[in-house]
């Protein structure tokens, strides 16, 4: 096989072509009650490594202090994708009118911060697939660990990273289970 052209996504630093979704919404405890939060998840294009963080609300501002807090640890991606906001649905009445303000505002951090956010056109979520399964991944990790329970926050973002780390340790090729093959 001849090398890869110059440029190629294997010699590119991981998160530079960033999918990010939203799943949830996961309950918390706080004091005595129960509040709602939710899990933004970041994926690498190239090699699908999984970056986990907590999000507050559906608010464009939550987004983007998840986002401050990916670049802060894994790097100012080149490009994030993204679908139209089907993470909203569940609130669909009351964001219908709020939703243009959310996507301008997430729209104008990217561009101050020079990300090209491109989003998967409507109603195709097979083309988001790559980060969709990485959430159900994610899910069953959760879902093993928490059943119907409400952690605190604290343990909450604790069962996440744990979650992202059993993704993350997973194979992306076939492993042989001849002794004579060598090890990689």
Not at 126 to 152: C, D, F, N, Q, Y
Request: hydrophobic fraction near 40%; charged fraction near 25%.
């Amino acid at each position: 096989m001849a090398d890869l052209p110059e440029g190629a996504r294997l010699r590119q630093r991981p998160f530079t072509h960033t999918g990010v979704d939203y799943f949830g919404p996961l309950e918390v405890t706080v004091g005595r009650r129960r509040e709602k939060r939710w899990a933004a998840l970041f994926t690498c294009l190239t090699t699908r490594a999984v970056h986990m963080e907590v999000a507050s609300s559906l608010s464009a501002d939550s987004m983007i202090m998840a986002l401050r807090r990916f670049m802060a640890r894994r790097g100012q991606p080149d490009t994030l994708y993204s679908d139209h906001g089907t993470n909203f649905v569940g609130a669909a009445a009351e964001l219908s009118r709020a939703r243009l303000e959310i996507e301008e505002r997430m729209s104008d951090e990217a561009t101050t911060r020079a990300i090209r956010w491109l989003r998967i056109p409507p109603h195709a979520p097979h083309m988001g697939g790559s980060w969709e399964r990485l959430v159900r991944s994610i899910k069953v990790a959760l879902s093993a660990t928490l059943h119907t329970r409400a952690p605190k926050d604290e343990v909450l973002h604790t069962l996440l990273l744990e979650a992202e780390f059993v993704v993350n340790s997973r194979p992306l090729t076939h492993i042989s289970v001849l002794p004579s093959d060598p090890r990689r």
